[in-house]
Nanobody, 123 residues
Framework: QVQLVESGGGLVQAGGSLRLSCAASGRTFSGYAMGWFRQAPGKQRELVATITSGGSTNYADSVKGRFTISRDNAKNPIDLQMNNLKPEDTAVYYC?????????????????WGQGTQVTVSS
């Protein structure tokens, strides 16, 4: 059974930082694209950042310059470093894994999902 488990969420003040990690079991994602998505209350789940099997990255405009997605296949498949957090970043953050080498932006192209970790940014 494939499982993705996120960790590192919490409550932080605006301007602060958090680092999310995603641990995988049941299969390796070292050769496949992965991503971080988020869902705020009353809103649709949206892309935050993706990374291809080769390490190429893509970010939502709202997080460019503040968030960094990285992968270390020897440890957790992917991490998300979030700096200069804003109240509008408050959401449940999900790790997602695909069976593709490139990183699609559509949620439907990701086969594996974690249960999510809450990030709350206070003003």
């Amino acid at each position: 059974q494939v499982q993705l488990v996120e960790s590192g969420g919490g409550l932080v003040q605006a301007g602060g930082s958090l680092r999310l990690s995603c641990a995988a079991s049941g299969r390796t994602f070292s050769g496949y694209a992965m991503g971080w998505f988020r869902q705020a209350p009353g809103k649709q789940r949206e892309l935050v950042a993706t990374i291809t099997s080769g390490g190429s990255t893509n970010y939502a405009d709202s997080v460019k310059g503040r968030f960094t997605i990285s992968r270390d296949n020897a440890k957790n498949p992917i991490d998300l470093q979030m700096n200069n957090l804003k109240p509008e970043d408050t959401a449940v953050y999900y790790c997602a894994g695909s069976t593709l080498y490139y990183a699609p932006t559509s949620l439907r192209m990701y086969n594996y999902w974690g249960q999510g970790t809450q990030v709350t940014v206070s003003s």
